[in-house]
């Protein structure tokens, strides 16, 4: 089991009388791991995923790659076992997208999830 601090909405420490949160959260661990854009961390450019060159690059683009890379984040992500459903929206003009999925965890429990990026 790994345990995470467990942040709020705002991507904030959550805190109860004072005291920081922690959880074993596959959710939390899946969002983080997919709001990590490629070369954002100093210490490993090729962590992240490339949604500028494969979304928003408009000569390059591969939305369909890109759709694999997040994919293949999401179920290789700790306690995840699969995903059961995948959608992808993207507002070009405004330059975000959103990915829309349900996971079967480890346990066999199941959530849909919401990733705006």
Do not use: C
Not at 43 to 62: A, Q
């Amino acid at each position: 089991m790994l345990v995470d601090i467990t942040l709020d909405a705002n991507h904030d420490y959550a805190f109860a009388n004072n005291d920081l949160i922690v959880s074993d959260s596959t959710a939390q661990r899946i969002k983080q791991r997919l709001g990590v854009l490629k070369g954002e961390w100093f210490l490993d450019s090729e962590l992240g995923i490339p949604y500028i060159d494969e979304l928003f690059d408009n000569k390059t683009g591969t939305p369909r790659l890109l759709e694999s890379i997040i994919r293949t984040t999401i179920e290789t992500t700790y306690g995840v076992s699969k995903i059961l459903s995948f959608t992808t929206n993207y507002n070009f003009e405004n330059r975000f997208g959103e990915i829309i999925f349900e996971v079967e965890y480890s346990d066999g429990t199941t959530e849909s999830l919401e990733v705006t990026v």
